[in-house]
């Protein structure tokens, strides 16, 4: 029999919730999880696209997962869980004007029935200041940290085709992660990227300059199961890693 206190948090986790996600083994309700959703496309740039696949159809693919998840990690918890929510807001405000939706009070009413923290963030600096120092580091680590955004191999793309068709002027590069600091983390921190691609170079960068494994895909995730809960899921040929 094993002795409670050695029990692993995602054995708890899973137990508590069975589909859910592990989480860090060393998640604390002291420390802070942070998910990070980036920004939709604009179906006026992806109209544009000769090929059968184009991108956010729906605008919430990365609102709905990022709920998805809230949910799981507050069950698993017990809701004893200090979750931060930081959304890329300039990407919401354009789709907003092209749907005729006030999609800004619809994460917004997210916030309000989960009761956890929204940040907004506008660029790149801000959400690297945010994981540096949005709360006392030296006495609240970052447990976990989830992407739901466009990426590739080389940075998360906060606003892909939503100024530019293919292409992303707000970013995460691999190079910008030597800016985040390494105390920010506790130690066992969780880190997932749910965007495409990002365990092709990304994730290897994040462990070097942050000393956290993230978990990344090779090739691409899909978000076409959004509408039914499904959280995101690698498309064929490509794979979770190990």
Known sequence: MISRK???????LLALFPFAEKASAAL???????IVSGGPALRYWENYRREKHRHDRYWGNFIRTA???????QKATDNKINLTWLVYRPGYVTRATEDGEPLISWVESVRDKYQIRLVWFNTTPELINYVNSGQNRRQTKVSGFEYFGHSNKYCFVFDYSNHVLGASKVFLHQADLTKISRKAFARGA??????????????AAWK??????MIGAIGKTDYSQTGQLVLPFVSPGGRWPS
């Open 190 to 203: 969780y880190c997932k990227s749910w965007g495409c691609h990002t365990g092709e170079s990304f994730s």
């Open 67 to 73: 709920r998805i998840r809230v949910q799981q990690l």
């Open 28 to 34: 604390d309700p002291k420390d802070e999880y942070i």
């Open 208 to 213: 070097r300059t942050t000393g956290v494994k």
């Open 6 to 12: 050695f029990i692993p948090f995602w054995l708890v």
